[in-house]
Every structure is written in structure tokens, then in C-alpha cells.
């Protein structure tokens, strides 16, 4: 009797991985895990950003609904942007079908003010309420009371015209009319909503006022320490990295379309950052500014500080502005910064996320009654008052500022030869693998209770970027293999 090896009945996750995945094999994962989110889970070609196990319904932030499709990411924007990634790197077409069918999702639902809302639900009742750029093309020119307010809070415009940029991008969409028109609107619509000192609010329902004074950042002589209720979305925001992202959009519309407006505009915003940098004892940035520079309540549980973490995201980007256009004004404001987070840092190597102006004194608040204290004994746990990535990230920033221009320009142009691509391959292998070992029997990947959006894009960019290197290690890459 033939006793057959003991592996052929171990589940697929106890297997011994080929420490380097044969391509083929990865991709056809990938196409699995298309076929059931183009099959199962799409609206419209869009998606929400996670499911019930059941498909019953979609998920986003704010409802659950089988017609609802997420803006924010992780949602359409993540998952289109993963099938674009996937299609650079297989050629397969199956890729850019979806790619494609997302983008007209956000097509469908992009507002007449050019950007996104947090979601949109599909369901004819609930579309009604919305004033789309679909409505202004199609002759409609009232708003009368719908909505119309496009959002740069938690990377929702900006994931969405990145997407579409790269999509439109593609030499295999450079005839798609609609696609192109919509990236048009949307990047002239968030120059437009751009303010004078180079800002942008959280929200934006037409063209910035030009007439908006430009000041440096200020403390105010005096501010409530009980939540004001005023209405924030028009002020300047860093919060949520709202103007890393923008500045990423520009100098990416620039990069593909050579339209100088665009880098301008992300200059524009380096400018503002210069500006909006606390004057001493605080050299750090807030989360927003009024149209005065002083900085302001948003939220109930977002006061008037200097930042622990937007600040990063400021700097961050004023070192970006510097490698891409050789202004050192840009990296003047950064030794300011770096001394104010030495001085900052709580006793445990963390950050606090506020910290009160001109005293420095780390502010939290008391859960449930959202009173602003001294005392992080009874922190509400929705929100993150304390920080442990910030030393890491802080430490990431210092490592880049040694580097020549040069060389931080020729690392974001990609590996040139097969060895280097064949050294990405084997970097990258392991996320592959991690990636082919965790998928389930339809193809995706479960999170918790859920089916997750976020999930799918991880694993499926994971798994494209492996895929990538290893066509471009060629020769290099198939001998390491044998």
C-alpha cells in the first residue's frame, strides 16, 4: 500500500513557501481576487470599504447600504488604484477592466464643486441629494439643496484625482473623453479652491476667495477651553495629513502633465507651510488655522495646539518641495521643528497630540464628558491623544536629510538594471508570499468579521510590486529562481 506524503494534506498556510513565488502563480491569485471583488462586491464598479461575510451589505464610515460606495480610503480609490498597480506590472486586462469601471464609479458621483464626499450611495432616493458635475454637464445649473460640498478630510479628493490620474494616464486609456474631462474639472477645481497664502480648507463648494489676507501664524491673546461649536470645515487644515496629500496630487498632476500651474500650486502650499509654522516657544504646527493664523477648535475633541502629529506631516513635506525643486527655503523651518519635538517628547518616548499653546503642556480629555485636562488617566479611545510612531518616523526624516538631492531624486526614479530589480524581487517576496498564504478559498482576504477593502489593497499591491520586480529582474531574476 502507497502511503501518500503527509504535506498533501497539511492546510495551504502550513506549506513550506517558495522562498520566490513564481509569478504566474501570483498572478493568478490576483485575478482571483479580482474576479470575486469585480463579481461580488462592486456598485457601479465601485466599492465600499469593507462587507458582511454574508454580502448583504457594504460598509463605509458612516452606513451600511448594498448600493453605498466608499470615496475614502480604503474604498474605491484604494482598490482602483491597487488594479492599476496590478495591470502595470502583469499587462493583464482584466486588471484595467476594473481599473476602468472604478474610475467611472467616481465619474458618476464626482460633485459639481470638482472633489468627493466621504461616500455616495447609489440608491436613486439617496443620489437625489447630491448636486453632481454630471448634472452641470447634462444642463443643470440650480443646486437648489443639494450637496455639494467636496472634502479633503482623510484623503478622499486626493485618493480619488490620483487614482484617475493614473488611470488616465495609461496608454491604454488615452481616448476616454469622460475620464479625462474628469480629471480636468477636478485638478482645476482644487486650484481654484486654493487660498492666497497657498491653503486649502477641509471643504470647498467653489473657488477660494482671493481676497483672504496672507499672515504668518500667531498665537491668539486668548481662547475657550470649552468647545465652541463653530463651524471648522473652512478653516485651513493640516489635520489627517489633509495638505500632504494635496501637495501629493499636485506634484503628481505635474509630473504627468507637465502643466507648471500644478507645481506652483504645491510650491504655493510650501510657502503657507513656511508661514504657518509657530512662531517660539512652540516651533511646530496646528492641526487648523483661522483665516487670522491663529490656530482653532475644530472637533470637540480637536483644540487649539501645536501638534504632535500634523506637525511631522509638515515637515515632511517642505523636505518633499525641497528634493523636487532644489529651493532650500523649504528645508529652513525643519531645524525648528526637530528642536521643538526634542523638547516635547512625553516620558515614555511617545507624543502627546496636543499640546498647549505657548506652555507646551500635553493636553488630553476625559472620556465621555470631553472636558480638556492635564490628566491622560481617562482617555477617550476612539482617537489617538498619544503617539508612538513619531520617534521612528522623526528618526526616517533625519536619515533622508542626510542624503544628497541627487541621490534622493535617482532612488525615486526605481531601480535601472535587472540585479537591482531582482534584489527588489527577493525583498518583496516574503509580502507575496504572506499575501498568497493568507488568501481563502474565494480569493480574498477576511478581517476580523469582515470582507476588508484595506486588506485587498495591501495584499493585492504587495503582490503586484513583487510580480513587477520580478518581470524586470528578466534573466537575473529566472537564474535565481533555478
Known amino acids: 500500500m502507497k502511503i501518500l506524503p503527509a504535506f498533501l494534506f497539511a492546510p495551504l498556510a502550513l506549506l513550506a513557501a517558495d522562498p520566490l513565488p513564481d509569478p504566474a502563480v501570483v498572478t493568478e491569485a490576483m485575478k482571483k481576487a479580482t474576479l470575486f471583488y469585480t463579481s461580488k462586491l462592486a456598485v457601479h464598479g465601485g466599492y465600499a470599504s469593507s462587507w458582511k461575510k454574508d454580502l448583504s451589505a457594504g460598509i463605509t464610515e458612516h452606513k451600511e447600504s448594498k448600493t453605498v460606495i466608499s470615496i475614502q480610503p480604503p474604498g474605491t480609490t484604494t482598490v482602483g488604484m491597487a488594479y492599476v498597480r496590478a495591470f502595470q506590472a502583469t499587462g493583464d486586462v482584466q486588471f484595467l477592466e476594473a481599473a476602468k469601471a472604478a474610475g467611472r464609479a467616481l465619474i458618476e458621483c464626482q460633485l459639481a464643486s470638482g472633489g468627493w464626499d466621504s461616500d455616495f450611495d447609489f440608491d436613486a432616493a439617496k443620489a437625489k441629494q447630491y448636486y453632481l458635475h454630471q448634472h452641470v454637464l447634462a444642463g443643470d445649473k440650480e443646486q437648489g439643496k443639494r450637496r455639494n460640498s467636496s472634502t479633503l478630510d482623510d484623503n478622499k ?49 467653489g473657488p477660494a476667495d482671493q481676497a483672504t489676507p496672507v499672515k504668518k501664524a500667531a498665537y491668539p491673546k486668548e481662547w475657550s477651553r470649552t468647545f465652541p461649536k463653530v463651524k471648522y470645515t473652512d478653516f485651513y487644515t493640516l489635520n489627517d495629513g489633509n495638505l500632504q496629500r494635496a501637495a501629493q496630487v499636485m506634484l503628481r ?5 507637465k502643466d507648471e500651474r500644478f507645481l506652483n500650486s504645491a510650491k504655493k502650499l510650501g510657502d503657507f507651510l513656511i508661514l504657518a509654522q509657530m512662531p517660539e516657544p512652540q516651533t511646530g504646527w496646528a492641526q487648523q488655522y483661522n483665516h487670522d493664523m491663529e490656530p482653532v ?4 475633541f480637536e483644540p487649539p495646539c501645536v501638534t504632535g502629529g500634523e506637525s511631522l506631516g509638515a515637515m515632511e513635506t517642505l523636505h518633499d518641495l525641497y528634493v523636487v525643486t532644489g529651493e532650500e527655503k523649504y528645508l529652513k523651518p525643519l531645524a525648528a521643528g526637530f528642536a521643538w519635538y526634542e523638547r516635547s517628547a512625553l516620558s515614555d518616548g511617545q507624543y502627546a497630540r496636543f499640546y498647549e499653546l505657548q506652555t507646551n503642556k500635553p493636553l488630553y480629555f476625559v472620556k465621555d464628558s470631553y472636558e480638556l485636562t492635564y490628566d491622560d488617566s481617562n482617555l477617550p479611545t476612539h482617537y489617538g491623544f498619544k503617539m508612538d510612531h513619531i520617534s ?17 531624486l535617482e532612488k525615486r526614479g526605481g531601480p535601472t538594471s535587472e540585479k537591482s530589480w531582482t534584489s527588489k ?58
Not at 476588508?452 to 503586484?464: H, L, P, S, V
Request: aromatic share 10%; charged share 30%; with cysteine.
Open 157 to 205: 479628493t486626493q485618493s480619488a484625482l490620483l487614482f484617475l490620474l493614473e488611470l488616465a494616464y495609461l496608454p491604454e486609456c488615452k481616448d476616454d473623453a469622460a475620464l479625462k474631462e474628469s480629471v480636468k474639472f477636478g485638478l482645476e477645481s482644487l486650484l481654484a479652491a486654493q487660498y492666497p497664502n497657498g491653503a486649502w480648507s477641509q471643504q470647498f463648494d
Open 253 to 257: 498632476a505635474h509630473e504627468l502633465t
Open 297 to 300: 477648535w475644530a472637533r470637540k
Open 392 to 408: 521612528r518616523d522623526l528618526a526616517k526624516l533625519k536619515e533622508l536629510m542626510q542624503e544628497s538631492r541627487e541621490k534622493l
Open 425 to 482: 524581487a527577493k525583498g518583496a517576496a516574503g509580502k507575496a508570499n504572506a499575501a498568497l498564504q493568507s488568501q481563502n478559498a474565494d480569493g480574498i482576504w477576511v478581517k476580523g468579521e469582515e470582507i476588508d477593502a484595506g486588506e485587498f489593497t495591501k495584499q493585492m499591491n504587495a503582490m503586484a510590486y513583487y510580480v513587477e520586480a520580478a518581470k524586470k529582474g528578466g534573466a537575473e531574476f529566472a537564474k535565481l529562481r533555478q
